[in-house]
């Protein structure tokens, strides 16, 4: 097992939509923001070398930035190709990538542009994605419409590599995924078994460090009070198995182990993958 962060890209959004109802006097002690009030968010993925398998967790946005999406202000797009190249890894390596969802920020870097049409980034992938999630972006509601990009799905959708998942498993030895409703229907939650323990992709389901916090979910997510409870259930389990927490769009913090004292859970160590 050989696992390695990527890191393709930065954006920017207002504290109050990351952090939901936790004041700013709260979140902004633990947390950069700039004078508007918007913080940076990272849009870090992971890359396990499993052997047989060569395995992305999400894959960024791309080196474009998405239609209509000016206001989060992107910058430094990378596609999730150039880090694995930088590892020594091509596109024809990754035999998956595992979608913790279809939201345009953690999918998009999937496809790319070449001669003026979108096409695979990596063609013997097979893709993985929660079942709800597949539905919900294909079929989106009013609240989550934006957060989707259906010409990347209809690429993904036309390689035949797609593969829903609709209940918790092992996708294969090493690699098992959970189901979290809050955030969006089926987001898939992945543990990776390694040599220096379990790390856990948590996606959205605990975005950054500041949602350690209980009641800290993010203002745009469909349940609440799923967000919260299905969030404190994986931070539990995290503490109880000493289990590494890694995050997608902390700008500051890669992962974290975590302890529990006195009824809080906290960091414990931050770690660099």
């Not at 919900?136 to 998942?165: I, M, N, Q, Y």
């Not at 990776?192 to 790390?199: A, D, K, L």
Request: charged content about 25%; proline content about 5%.
């Amino acid at each position: 097992m050989d696992i390695h962060s990527i890191e393709t890209g930065f954006f920017s959004t207002d504290g109050g939509a990351m952090f939901g109802i936790v004041s700013p006097k709260v979140w902004a002690v633990r947390y950069p923001s700039d004078e508007e009030g918007r913080c940076p968010l990272s849009m870090r993925v992971l890359f396990a070398d499993m052997g047989d398998r060569k395995v992305l967790f999400d894959a960024g946005v791309g080196k474009e930035m998405p239609k209509n999406t000016a206001y989060y202000r992107f910058h430094d797009l990378k596609s999730p190709l150039d880090g694995l190249k930088a590892l020594g890894y091509d596109a024809d390596d990754i035999t998956d990538l595992v979608f913790s969802h279809l939201h345009f920020d953690h999918c998009c870097g999937a496809v790319a542009r070449v001669n003026g049409r979108l096409m695979p980034v990596f063609p013997n992938a097979v893709y993985w994605v929660g079942e709800k999630q597949w539905e919900a972006a294909r079929h989106p509601s009013l609240w989550e419409a934006d957060a989707f990009a259906p010409e990347v799905l209809d690429v993904l959708e036309k390689t035949g590599r797609l593969r829903l998942v609709g209940a918790n498993r092992e996708l294969f030895p090493g690699l098992r995924v959970k189901l979290a409703q809050g955030h969006t229907g089926d987001q898939l939650l992945s543990y990776v078994e390694t040599s220096f323990g379990t790390v856990v992709y948590v996606g959205d389901v605990v975005p950054m460090s500041p949602h350690l916090l209980p009641l800290c979910v993010a203002a745009v997510d469909n349940s609440a009070l799923q967000s919260v409870d299905e969030k404190m259930a994986v931070l539990e389990e995290a503490v109880a198995n000493d289990q590494i927490l890694f995050f997608f769009h902390d700008a500051a913090t890669v992962a974290v182990r975590l302890k529990k004292v006195n009824g809080r859970i906290s960091v414990r160590e931050k770690i660099q993958i």
